[in-house]
């Protein structure tokens, strides 16, 4: 099993209709083989920036996820309401 943490800065004024596509891409994401369990958080003190933290199977289910056109689709959708480039970490537990 592993964690994927995502980590994007919306720019501002944008951050419902992000949250609107987060949610979407979440709810897509659930039907995804390998994926467990996902949430998004929003930074308290930096109220433009989100977080996803999914959990998987395995690097084999989220390298297919993070390829898939659902993501791809996803993504593009989000890109314009992005400060910078999206940060990806993988995580094993231990």
């Known amino acids: 099993m592993i ?8 720019m501002p004024g944008l951050e419902a209709e992000y ?7 979440m709810r897509v994401c659930y039907h995804a083989p390998g994926f467990i369990a996902g949430e998004i958080l929003r930074e ?4 433009e920036r989100r977080m996803l933290i ?14 898939s056109i659902e993501r791809e689709q996803a993504i593009q959708q989000m890109l314009p309401m992005l400060t910078r480039d999206e940060r990806v970490r993988v995580f094993d537990p231990f």
Request: aromatic share 10%; glycine share 0%; net charge positive.
């Open 3 to 10: 964690k994927v943490v995502i980590e994007r800065d919306i």
């Open 44 to 47: 308290r003190s930096h109220t």
């Open 54 to 67: 999914t959990q998987w199977r395995d690097l084999a289910a989220w390298k297919a996820w993070e390829h």
């Open 19 to 25: 949250d609107q596509i987060a949610r979407a891409a």
